[in-house]
Structure formats: C-alpha cells, structure tokens
C-alpha cells in the first residue's frame, strides 16, 4: 500500500462517517416534527456503507486485477427511512392529534442518536489519525532523501 491509497481510503472514510454525523444531526433536529412534506411524522434515517475500490484510475485498476486483497475504501451506498412505527403520545391539545388525542411522534431514539453520534465521532478521530500517521511517514521519508 503506498502513501496515496493510504490517504484515499482514509478521506474516504472522513466522507463517509461526515454524511453519517449530518444524518445524525438531522434526526435529532427533527425528534420533535409531527409534520413533514411527505405528510405524517419524520423518519429516521441511516447511511448505509459499503466498501469500495479507491483509486479507480487505469493503472490502479489494472493494479487491483493482479493483487488480491487490494485495499478498500467506504462510502455512503444508500440512505434508508427506519420503517419502524411512529411513536403514539397521547396529547388531545396538539393540532396534529388524531381522533383518539393520540399525536405521532418521529421514531427517533434520542439516546440512540447520541450514542451514534459518539461512535461516528470516534470513528472520524480515527481516521484523522492515520491520515496524520502517514502524513508524518511521508515527511520522514523527506527528510531521510534530503541527506
């Protein structure tokens, strides 16, 4: 692995755990909202990853034909709805109640969310890290062709 697809699957992965983090984001901004354009409460939503070849230029994909286990890089295959039911609070008072009282909530969890939020945090630090591991690999590598 060279320097380059080290940086490649990193900041792949920088991307990827980013989209997560503005999902996140989005559900626990939108715990509360009974109402969206699609009608009904809001859904959830979760990013889906997937690995993926990095450096798809000609002479790494003839590269990656020769070598197994050539290295993979994430990203965001999809976003999906949680199809999981609204949560029923009973509140006769709110314009969106039914005609039982019963309001429906987003299926936001938001401790879910917040320990979600955690481990895409972690998961971005990480990555950080190796991009800085080589960054600092590279500039040695310098420093030892400079003498």
């Given at each position: 692995?060279?320097?380059?697809?080290?940086?490649?699957?990193?900041?792949?992965?920088?991307?990827?755990?980013?989209?997560?983090?503005?999902?996140?984001?989005?559900?626990?901004?939108?715990?509360?909202?009974?109402?969206?354009?699609?009608?009904?409460?809001y859904?959830?939503?979760?990013?889906?990853?997937?690995?993926?070849?990095?450096?798809?230029?000609?002479?790494?994909?003839?590269?990656?034909?020769?070598?197994?286990?050539?290295?993979?890089?994430?990203?965001?295959?999809?976003?999906?709805?949680?199809?999981?039911?609204?949560?029923?609070?009973?509140?006769p008072?709110?314009?969106?109640?039914?005609?039982?009282?019963?309001?429906?909530?987003?299926?936001?969890?938001?401790?879910?969310?917040?320990?979600?939020?955690?481990?895409?945090?972690?998961a971005?630090?990480?990555?950080?890290?190796?991009?800085?591991?080589?960054?600092?690999?590279?500039?040695?590598?310098?420093?030892?062709?400079?003498?």
């Amino acid at each position: 692995m060279d320097f380059f697809s080290a940086m490649h699957i990193s900041s792949s992965a920088l991307s990827a755990e980013r989209t997560r983090m503005n999902l996140i984001s989005s559900n626990l901004a939108n715990a509360n909202s009974t109402r969206t354009a699609a009608g009904g409460p809001y859904k959830r939503k979760d990013a889906v990853f997937a690995a993926t070849q990095v450096g798809e230029t000609f002479n790494s994909t003839f590269d990656r034909l020769r070598q197994e286990g050539s290295p993979m890089g994430v990203q965001v295959s999809q976003i999906i709805e949680d199809q999981n039911p609204p949560r029923l609070q009973y509140d006769p008072s709110n314009p969106d109640a039914n005609a039982q009282g019963y309001v429906a909530l987003p299926n936001v969890n938001v401790v879910e969310e917040m320990a979600d939020m955690i481990a895409a945090t972690r998961a971005y630090e990480a990555n950080v890290t190796a991009v800085q591991a080589a960054k600092s690999m590279a500039l040695k590598t310098l420093e030892i062709g400079s003498r």
